[in-house]
């Protein structure tokens, strides 16, 4: 797969590396070496994270890239920091099960800043995410576990809720 035919979401991230020089480019080589023509991105979702521009139209500095892919043949997990880089690539044939929990609270009743989800206008201050995906033989193989508490974060989590409804149980290849 080339960078020019990923899914919208890549495609975004891929802009934003770009500009930050070496590692942009480093980061966009090795999306098209590890993703194969013959997979499609079924989920993708990435936590940039970049220091402040010091003169307007200049970028910001890179500090690290956590960006995790769930394709029609795999799961990958890609780690982009100062000091290594962090490839993890696993064969999952499907999603058994998945729960996402919205906070709304950050305290206990009475401590904190403790509100309901009415209050906050149904606006998460965090999500927390765990996708279980098994084997052909329906062996557990790998756990996904990511939370996010930025509110760009959370709208790309929430927005893979209906993907990964109409994911549970069915052969990724199939999709």
Same mark, same amino acid.
């Given at each position: 797969?080339?960078?020019?035919?990923?899914?919208?979401?890549?495609?975004?991230?891929?802009? $934003?590396?770009?500009?930050?020089?070496?590692?942009?480019?480093?980061?966009?080589?090795?999306?098209?070496?590890?993703?194969?023509?013959?997979?499609?991105?079924?989920?993708?979702?990435?936590?940039?994270?970049?220091?402040?521009?010091?003169?307007?139209?200049?970028?910001?500095?890179?500090?690290?890239?956590?960006? $995790?892919?769930?394709?029609?043949?795999?799961?990958?997990?890609?780690?982009?920091?100062?000091?290594?880089?962090?490839?993890?690539?696993?064969?999952?044939?499907?999603?058994?099960?998945?729960?996402?929990?919205?906070?709304?609270?950050?305290?206990?009743?009475?401590?904190?800043?403790?509100?309901?989800?009415?209050?906050?206008?149904?606006?998460?201050?965090?999500?927390?995410?765990?996708?279980?995906?098994?084997?052909?033989?329906?062996?557990?193989?790998?756990?996904?576990?990511?939370?996010?508490?930025?509110?760009?974060?959370?709208?790309?989590?929430?927005?893979?809720?209906?993907?990964?409804?109409?994911?549970?149980? $069915?052969?990724? $290849?199939?999709?």
């Amino acid at each position: 797969m080339s960078v020019d035919n990923l899914p919208e979401a890549l495609n975004d991230l891929v802009e $934003k590396v770009t500009p930050l020089g070496p590692i942009g480019t480093l980061i966009s080589r090795t999306l098209k070496v590890m993703l194969s023509p013959s997979e499609k991105v079924l989920i993708s979702f990435h936590q940039l994270q970049t220091s402040e521009a010091i003169a307007a139209g200049q970028p910001g500095s890179f500090g690290s890239l956590d960006l $995790k892919l769930l394709t029609t043949e795999r799961y990958l997990s890609l780690g982009f920091y100062p000091t290594y880089h962090h490839f993890e690539v696993r064969d999952v044939h499907k999603i058994s099960h998945f729960s996402m929990q919205n906070r709304f609270a950050t305290g206990y009743e009475g401590e904190g800043d403790a509100t309901t989800a009415e209050e906050r206008g149904f606006n998460p201050i965090e999500i927390v995410l765990e996708i279980r995906f098994e084997d052909e033989h329906g062996q557990e193989v790998l756990t996904w576990n990511q939370d996010a508490s930025r509110a760009e974060d959370i709208r790309t989590l929430f927005k893979q809720l209906p993907v990964l409804s109409s994911l549970v149980g $069915k052969a990724l $290849k199939q999709q």
